[in-house]
């Protein structure tokens, strides 16, 4: 008999979420049943699986096909248990998939017996008869389940002597995954998810049989904003990533906890790296936000920081026009001589939604508190600054969603599938309108109505009018990993307009690109380019730094410590993973070093030490 496996993450994760279940179950009256499993007793809400009773219990049950946050098929049949209950009045015990049999009252289930152990072992012999053993080559040997449980509760030969399924190796699919079909076990877990999360049915079951394998409808391509979900899931080698694949084996990979800065939705994550580069992108569980998914932008989208395009050295303007590469101290020298050259007035200031919150924080105390300019500001839409009314968990329990002008699925990805969810598991009305009149005319008590930044201000004043007078819920929709740490680091008070006038000498903008992103993009640019004085800190030469007096390299999200406050005010943190780029500094710390040499030093050793000072200046 084999020792006992150490429950996985999800396991884990899975059995803590049922204990809350529970809870909540007692709490709302919902009956609960009463079973043994290996010795200890269990109190589970009625309709609970076996499966998931055996996780509370500390209970080790293998599995391939099963996924708490899908429909159970069984599949696999790799979960198989002895399942005692009453049948025809009797009580007998059977071999059974935990993942498919709801919790009865009195039953007794045993994971361990030795008829256990065979069945599991059987099953195991089964799935490998047509599996390649080609683990060393494979980019999911070393993390994968099927690996793991073949060790486990494998047999330690095969009877197997036959030819096994052959098929064309490595198929790409899509932009993003390759697939394997000699490697699929037809577990189901990829189609089941672009059925019942993406809500797209991009994958499905062809063929029948022995024949039968997973792809893309009809042989189209896998183009679904969620596929990469369907590699982290897949519990063999059958589903990889073209970006990930051959850089690195799992166990050379390091893993660091940040939060996607792809959009405003925050999704948690974990940067997965080797030798100084971003190697992969993987889900991280946050029931409150993005559940476990990430979209295909947030987990194959920051290639940017590997870019060998990056800016690594600071860059001064000769006398020709030409951005000519240059010392940190050179360039912070004419930073400095400027602000003390142009008077308060004359100076303004664009700070980033996409910085964390220490850099707003800094930027916003350089140029507000020493500088003493009232010119800062952030926003390249007009939009108002209103919290959303509706958090982003709440999404999927409203009964009538509106939406205008977006597609959610790109735009705002996890919104789209908490939105999908409420329809699909709550029956929720989802209103796709194509104006705010449309809008208007669905609204009614309760609805949640989704906005996005881009609409005129009279638009946002009649949808806020509209809203108070329906008793609905009003939420605009911000597109960037730190739209609101921005407002909330005080990057606010002074008007656009003014700051893109033209009639300002000197403009410092930090991590923004407003020639490209303002919504008057001809305006700004006559802005930047007609002041004397550009300072733009940046990742890349953007259109904005190409009329730049000075420009510097700033780190990314990845190369950092600090906050990002997504979509609906919530704070969290990002995590440094790699070292930074050439000689490019993290905003914050340039802002210290430009503080220091304006005479006002102050002792910032670290991002922590900024979001202290900012959280006690809160209250």
Excluded at 140 to 145: F, L
């Amino acid at each position: 008999m084999s020792e006992k496996r150490e429950q996985t993450p999800q396991e884990k994760a899975e059995a803590v979420k049922a204990m809350a279940d529970q809870n909540t179950a007692a709490a709302a009256g919902v009956p609960l049943v009463n079973l043994m499993v290996d010795g200890t007793s269990v109190a589970v809400p009625k309709g609970t699986l076996v499966i998931e009773a055996a996780f509370r219990a500390g209970s080790d049950v293998p599995y391939f096909c099963y996924h708490p946050r899908l429909t159970s098929v069984g599949a696999c049949r790799m979960c198989l248990a002895s399942v005692e209950l009453e049948m025809f009045g009797q009580r007998r015990a059977s071999i059974m998939a935990t993942c498919t049999i709801p919790c009865s009252e009195g039953m007794v289930v045993k994971t361990q017996t030795p008829e256990v152990k065979k069945a599991q072992n059987g099953i195991l012999e089964l799935l490998l008869a047509n599996h390649p053993l080609d683990c060393p080559i494979c980019d999911r040997g070393g993390e994968c389940p099927l690996q793991n449980m073949t060790i486990s509760y494998g047999p330690p030969t095969s009877r197997f002597t036959e030819e096994k399924r052959h098929y064309p190796k490595a198929k790409p699919i899509s932009d993003f995954v390759v697939l394997d079909r000699e490697r699929c076990i037809t577990c189901m877990r990829c189609t089941r998810f672009a059925d019942e999360i993406a809500g797209d049915g991009k994958l499905d079951l062809i063929n029948r049989g022995a024949q039968t394998e997973i792809g893309p409808f009809m042989g189209a391509s896998f183009d679904s904003n969620f596929s990469g979900n369907t590699i982290e899931i897949c519990p063999v080698g059958a589903l990889t990533s073209r970006q990930f694949r051959f850089k690195g084996r799992p166990w050379e990979v390091k893993s660091v906890d940040s939060v996607c800065s792809q959009c405003g939705n925050g999704c948690n994550i974990a940067v997965g790296h080797r030798l100084g580069e971003i190697v992969r992108i993987n889900g991280r569980i946050n029931e409150d936000i993005n559940e476990e998914w990430t979209c295909d932008r947030g987990k194959f989208g920051h290639e940017y920081v590997n870019s060998a395009e990056r800016l690594t050295t600071p860059l001064i303007c000769d006398l020709d026009g030409e951005l000519q590469p240059a010392s940190w101290d050179a360039a912070l020298t004419k930073i400095v001589e400027a602000l003390k050259y142009y008077k308060p007035e004359q100076i303004g200031g664009i700070g980033s939604t996409r910085a964390t919150l220490e850099d707003n924080y800094l930027f916003a105390k350089l140029l507000k508190d020493i500088v003493g300019t009232i010119n800062v500001g952030h926003q390249m839409h007009p939009h108002p600054l209103i919290p959303m009314q509706t958090s982003i968990v709440e999404l999927e329990s409203a009964k009538k969603i509106i939406s205008v002008g977006m597609k959610l699925e790109d735009d705002q990805p996890i919104v789209y599938l908490r939105v999908y969810k409420a329809t699909r598991k709550h029956n929720a009305t989802w209103i796709k309108a194509a104006s705010i009149v449309e809008a208007i005319e669905s609204l009614s008590e309760g609805a949640v109505l989704l906005l996005p930044h881009t609409l005129s201000p009279t638009d946002y004043a009649i949808a806020q009018t509209a809203c108070e007078a329906n008793s609905a819920k009003l939420n605009i929709l911000l597109p960037d990993a730190n739209s609101w740490g921005v407002v909330k680091a005080g990057v606010t008070g002074g008007e656009m307009t003014q700051i893109l006038s033209g009639e300002l000498e000197m403009l410092y903008i930090m991590g923004s690109d407003p020639v490209v992103r303002y919504h008057n993009p001809a305006k700004a640019r006559e802005a930047v380019a007609q002041a004397e004085f550009v300072v733009v800190q940046e990742l890349f030469l953007t259109e904005t730094a190409k009329l730049a007096s000075v420009v510097l390299p700033a780190t990314s999200f990845a190369e950092k410590d600090g906050t990002f406050v997504n979509i609906e005010g919530r704070e969290q943190k990002i995590k440094q993973a790699i070292a930074p780029r050439g000689d490019s500094r993290p905003d914050w710390r340039i802002f210290a070093d430009l503080m220091a040499r304006l005479g006002k030093p102050m002792p910032y050793f670290s991002a922590r030490d900024i979001y202290r000072e900012w959280e006690k200046a809160q209250g």
